[in-house]
């Protein structure tokens, strides 16, 4: 199990063995660089990593050195993940800062008090802290990663919507006839043409009234058409009435005029 | 200690899946009118301990109460039936909660100092999911940021009782200091 907790932190760790898979030097591949970024949890763990590859004690940190460096992983970073360098540049703009005032001639006094590391120095110290501690935790037994908990709990059961199904075997054969006795969908069927067309008998209507003006309703139909035809007629009729286009005009008679609108 | 009693308690401690405490135990139990004391489920527990020692099983205190633990030395084979059931903790999560166990209650911005670097929203998120920590106030500055705060299931998830039973936070005397640092170069 212990394995287990090893694999489970993320590479490089800092008293790990995985640094091997950075290059010594700073040529770091393209493709490289994900890992990298991805190694390093913040700008003071990259900082740390640099200081104990350098070798050198926190307290006479060689800040050109470390801060060249630093720089030059930036650089790297800088093209790939924006936000991230963002980050990392503040702490290099700081180690920058305390070169350029390491490499001033100082007046001073009071060396101790001014000496720009000090600051850093305590940062890296507080974070080495949790750093470290936040190691061991991972290590910890973790339930369902390094030991489990003994339950007959009742399972969680997800909303019974089908809590009860009643059905009887009657009710499933009957249901399996209707399915057999259904139709057969997939037969051929064929669709006739209209034989008599509604806007054809409308333009014809239109065409004799322009003729007639005035014309009686059996006068329009022809024989062969049938029954078909009197319903054809009749709704381009009713369908010209609805459109003003005819009026349509009953006397005592059965007989039905169909009278144009326009030539009056 | 009469045996019925013991069986009792096994059997909440099996079917409550979770922590129970003493009281909440002694409250079950004298629901039908019982006398029961917290002492008596106590030493209950102990016979319990003791019976399971040539079992798979065992009694485990945490922060919540006792529960039962399958022996850790059974995880491998288990862990094969429940592959992965939780997900992998980033390096950058385990900082997270270990400023947040040992300065609690911190804000988002605490942790960021310490760490140098953001914490995502979705990391705070990931940890307010897992129940490992929680919103325990705000602190009286402008913005008014949400304090953080470890929850039992955090320490129980662990196997501990209390937070002082987390690993010791290392202290930085100007003493030790060098050799602190001689051990982080």
Redesign the interface.
Known sequence: ?QN?NLA???LP?LLGRQFEDIPDDLFIPPNALEICLESF?????LL?YL??KE?????DLDVSKITDQYIEYIELMDSLKFDLAA?YLV?AATLAEIKSRLMLPRESFDEEEDDPRASLIK????????????????L???????????????PKFEDQKNKEVLITKDEIFDSVLEVLKRPNYKDNHQIDFEELSTKERIQMILDLLSRTNIISFSKTLKKPEGKKGIVVTLLASLELAKDGYVELIQNKSEELFIKSSRRV | MNKSLINSIEALLFGAGRPLTLSEIRNILNNNGGTIELSDIKKSLNMLEERYINTSIEIQEVASGYRLNIKQEHSSSLGNIWNDKTPRISKALMETISIIAFKQPVTRGDIEDIRGVSVSTRSIRSLLERNWIRVSGTRDVPGRPALYSTTKDFLDDLNLKSISDLPELPEITDDSKDDFLSQVV
């Open positions: 199990m287990n489970q932190l993320e760790t949890t913040g700008p003071l763990d740390l200081i104990r070798n050198i004690n926190i307290l980050d702490m940062r890296l110290q507080e974070y080495q802290k949790f750093k470290n501690v936040s190691e061991k935790i991972a910890l037994p973790r339930v369902d990663r390094d030991f489990y908990v003994a339950s007959a709990q009742l």
